[in-house]
């Protein structure tokens, strides 16, 4: 029985599962849920998949797990991906920055995204002490980051893995709400590679902006 992953193609979470399911080789059933429409949050989708009304989520027979990191984890593990480290240490790395990344990390991107673009589409006025927050937040963990990464292609070790989706996950929107990310020349310099060196990750950027500036100019939002 096939995998179904229920998600939105404008999703930087989605985007983190359908990549690392391409890398492994899992073949998937990709089931559209228009976020902009709301699909997410009929009572049918509440009560079968995720309760939090989000995405994206796994339907494996009659195993339903949802958060993109733990759909990640799942899937590696039935495989025996390397994506999950190759060691005992560096497995316990990656969990640490996949944990870290949904902590202090994707978590303020996503509140930036949507004061900037969400607000912006519904006509409301961004909060600018919230934005002032988010972005706080976002620069004292990519410091942490930028560090961590001088001299490094990898967030682990010296091959791709799990962790690195996660911490990329912001850089899906990086030109729509602007995360600040620029000023981190370490960080960008690692998500450089990973466009260049992982084509599956370049592959879902292109995915990612087209759904999201489609999306835009059809409601004449210009960001």
């Given at each position: 029985?096939?995998?179904?992953i229920?998600?939105?193609?404008?999703?930087?979470?989605?985007?983190?599962?359908?990549?690392?399911?391409?890398?492994?080789?899992i073949e998937?059933e990709r089931?559209?849920?228009?976020?902009?429409?709301?699909?997410s949050q009929?009572?049918?989708?509440?009560?079968?998949?995720?309760?939090?009304?989000?995405?994206?989520?796994?339907e494996d027979?009659?195993?339903?797990?949802?958060?993109?990191a733990?759909?990640?984890?799942?899937?590696?593990?039935?495989?025996n991906?390397p994506?999950?480290?190759?060691t005992?240490?560096?497995r316990?790395?990656?969990?640490?920055?996949?944990?870290?990344?949904?902590?202090q990390?994707?978590i303020f991107?996503?509140?930036?995204?949507?004061e900037?673009?969400?607000?912006?589409?519904?006509?409301?006025?961004?909060?600018?002490?919230?934005v002032?927050?988010?972005?706080?937040k976002?620069?004292?963990?990519?410091?942490?980051?930028?560090?961590?990464?001088?001299?490094?292609k990898?967030?682990?070790g010296?091959?791709l893995?799990?962790?690195?989706?996660?911490v990329?996950?912001p850089?899906?929107?990086?030109?729509?709400?602007?995360?600040?990310?620029?000023?981190?020349?370490?960080?960008?310099?690692?998500?450089?590679?990973l466009?260049?060196?992982?084509?599956?990750?370049?592959?879902?950027?292109a995915?990612v902006?087209?759904?999201?500036?489609?999306?835009?100019?059809?409601?004449?939002?210009?960001?």
């Amino acid at each position: 029985m096939t995998i179904k992953i229920f998600g939105d193609a404008g999703s930087g979470s989605l985007r983190r599962v359908t990549t690392a399911a391409k890398i492994m080789g899992i073949e998937i059933e990709r089931v559209n849920v228009d976020l902009f429409k709301g699909e997410s949050q009929t009572e049918a989708f509440r009560s079968r998949l995720n309760p939090h009304g989000l995405t994206p989520v796994l339907e494996d027979g009659d195993f339903i797990l949802y958060e993109a990191a733990a759909i990640n984890l799942y899937l590696a593990g039935k495989v025996n991906s390397p994506l999950l480290g190759t060691t005992e240490k560096e497995r316990l790395e990656v969990l640490q920055w996949m944990f870290w990344s949904g902590e202090q990390w994707r978590i303020f991107a996503t509140t930036l995204f949507d004061e900037r673009v969400g607000k912006t589409v519904m006509g409301l006025p961004q909060d600018e002490a919230v934005v002032a927050f988010a972005e706080g937040k976002m620069r004292a963990a990519a410091k942490v980051l930028d560090k961590h990464l001088e001299g490094r292609k990898f967030m682990v070790g010296q091959a791709l893995t799990l962790a690195d989706f996660d911490v990329a996950g912001p850089f899906s929107q990086i030109d729509r709400s602007r995360p600040p990310l620029r000023d981190y020349p370490n960080l960008m310099a690692w998500h450089d590679n990973l466009l260049q060196s992982v084509p599956e990750w370049a592959q879902t950027k292109a995915e990612v902006d087209h759904r999201i500036d489609s999306f835009l100019a059809s409601v004449g939002v210009t960001l």
